[in-house]
């Protein structure tokens, strides 16, 4: 492709670079997969409360709709620009295509760090992104949901938002919202639980292992990271290490994630948590995290965590990937030389998107499901997917991959358009 071409996704070139000799791609298959269908860029004007006005830059892509109306998170995040939820967004494309699902990928993203703003002010701020992207959303049309820095209360004023717009009861405009305003039930922890229940599944497969007595770290301890922590530590794994935007806890012997889970729900920094159980544990920054040898390392934060300057420093088996895109595609190639098993993150976290796609299919028919069937039907989904990908010895990525990317050609070949 040529590099002066400006509405490529970079990213999306280097993560199908791994098919080369998997599965050749025509120039226009390779021109499809890497550019984004629809690219919103638009500013949202919030009042503070201080009564001035303030402007934030905020990105919708919607990156391929061969298989459906597209879906993906609404992250919030200083540090968010196009490219990264361009990369997101064409991962998404990749996720749902995998897991079967009627969707294809899209991701927003505002430009905001939202510690810095007033409640008041965070919901002026999501109601200006559904207003901003009106009329392009919609339950047949782009379906957002939670990710960094945004939660069920921010889906709830999106519907809300969305609904004041258009006039009619729409729940399943938006997924992730709070269960009393058309959320599923188990959509809160649906994203750990997935990717804990493929752990469970490949370690067994792969090493004919059981999770309980396996050394755990974790990167990042909100929705993905915490709920991780909690169901690997009942399900008997001893997790070692953890880590917020503040810093990390590491003990040998397992932390005490219930204690550290409470403090951190009632708003607690994981570095400013004091409590007699973590007398023995140690403070460690996020770098040495990851350098930590456990059994599995789970990274739970942002992308572009491994890279190649500590991929050679990874002590951990296996990778099982809850964040998106944390480990680059130089790193992802070192580390399959090194011996170490990667689950890939469109495997590893479609959790979240396989129960947000629940909760939509209950909020067009009219459905509850109880949490029991939302997990056992999570449980079938995940492990059949991971089950028709795997291969003895083979990267991962590359099966899951060439899985998704063959499903999306085939829609958009039936399409003809
Ligand atoms: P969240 O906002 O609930 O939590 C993010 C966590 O990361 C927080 O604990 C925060 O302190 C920590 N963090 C932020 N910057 C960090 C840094 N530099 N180093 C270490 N930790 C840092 O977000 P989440 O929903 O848990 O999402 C985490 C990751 O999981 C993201 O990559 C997201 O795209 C991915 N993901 C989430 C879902 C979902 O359903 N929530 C689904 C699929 C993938």
């Known amino acids: 492709m040529n590099s002066k071409d400006k509405t490529a996704c970079t990213h999306a070139e280097e993560y199908l670079a791994l098919l080369d000799g998997e599965l050749p791609l025509s120039p226009e298959e390779t021109f499809l997969l890497t550019h984004p269908a629809c690219v919103y860029i638009f500013t949202i004007p919030v009042r503070m409360d201080s009564g001035k006005i303030k402007r934030f830059n ?11 109306p597209t879906k993906g998170g609404i992250r919030f995040h200083p540090d968010i620009d196009l490219e990264e939820v361009s990369t997101l967004a064409f991962l998404m494309s990749l996720k749902t295509s995998l897991s079967g699902l009627p969707f294809g990928g899209a991701k927003g993203g505002v430009e905001v760090d939202p510690k810095m703003l007033s409640i008041w002010e965070l919901e002026r701020l999501s109601r200006g992104f559904v207003r901003g992207l009106y009329p392009n959303l919609g339950p047949q049309k782009d379906i957002p949901a939670p990710d960094v820095y945004t ?22 405009v938006i997924t992730g919202k709070p269960l009393m305003f058309g959320g599923s039930r188990g959509r809160d922890v649906a994203t750990a639980l997935g990717g804990v229940y493929i752990l469970e599944y490949l370690l067994q497969r792969r090493n004919k292992l059981q999770l309980p007595h396996r050394t755990v770290a974790i990167q990042g301890f909100g929705n993905a990271g915490l709920n991780a922590a909690d ?37 607690t920094a994981l570095a400013d948590i004091s409590h007699g159980s973590l007398r023995s544990a140690q403070k460690i920054s996020n770098e040495e995290l990851l350098e930590i040898p456990c059994d599995v390392l789970i990274p739970a934060a942002l992308g572009g965590q491994i890279t190649i300057e500590n991929a050679p420093r990874i002590k951990a088996q296996i990778i099982l990937e809850l964040a ?25 976290n479609a959790g979240g998107v396989i129960v947000s796609y629940f909760e939509w299919v209950q909020n067009l028919y009219g459905y509850r499901w109880t949490t029991e069937e939302v997990f056992q039907k999570l449980k079938r989904q995940t492990t059949d997917v991971a089950d028709s990908i795997y291969v003895t010895d083979k990267n991962l990525r590359v099966c899951a991959y060439a899985k998704s990317v063959k499903n999306i050609l085939e829609a958009s070949h039936i399409r003809g358009g």
């Not at 905020?58 to 459906?68: E, M, T």
């Not at 009942?234 to 204690?259: R, T």
């Open 231 to 267: 169901i690997l530590s009942e399900k008997g794994c001893k997790i070692i290490a953890v880590s917020d935007s503040s810093g990390g806890l590491f003990e040998k012997e397992g932390l005490p994630i219930h204690v550290l889970a409470q403090a951190k729900k009632s708003g």
């Open 151 to 172: 939660n069920p209360q921010i889906m709830a004023w999106m519907r809300d938002e969305y609904e004041k717009l258009s006039g009619v009861s729409a729940p399943a």
């Open 324 to 348: 998106n895109a944390p480990i680059t595609a130089e790193a992802d190639a070192l580390l399959y030389k090194n011996g170490v098993y990667v689950i890939p993150d469109i495997l590893a």
């Open 58 to 68: 905020a990105y919708r892509v919607q990156y391929n709709d061969a298989l459906g």
